[in-house]
C-alpha cells in the first residue's frame, strides 16, 4: 500500500500544469481606434492621415471639425465609422444603410 500511494504521488506530480495562453499584442487597427466616444476632432484627425480633402478648409476657411459640427446639427454623420474608416471613399459610405 506504501508502494502505491508513492507511485500515486509521483504520477501526480509529474502531470505538467497546463500552458498560460499569452496574451495577443494589438495589432495596428487596435492602435488607430479612437478611445471614447468618436469626435469631430477625431474624425478630422483621421482625414487628415488619410489625406482626404475634407480634412482641409473649405474656400470659405471653414475647418473640417466646423463642417462636422454643422452637419451634426442638421444630418448627424456615423462618427465612430468615419473615425475608423479606410478610404476617404469608404467614410463617405458610413451612413448609406
Known sequence: MTRFALLVALVLC???SPPTPTPTPPGP?????????ATCAAV????????????????????????CANAQAITPWNLACRAVAPT???ADTCETP
Do not use: I, N, W
Open 44 to 67: 478630422c484627425a483621421h482625414y487628415a492621415a488619410l489625406g482626404c480633402p475634407a480634412a482641409q478648409q473649405t474656400a470659405h476657411g471653414v475647418s473640417c471639425e466646423t463642417v
Open 14 to 16: 509529474a502531470c505538467p
Open 29 to 37: 487597427a487596435a492602435a488607430d481606434a479612437p478611445v471614447g466616444p
Open 88 to 90: 476617404c471613399a469608404a
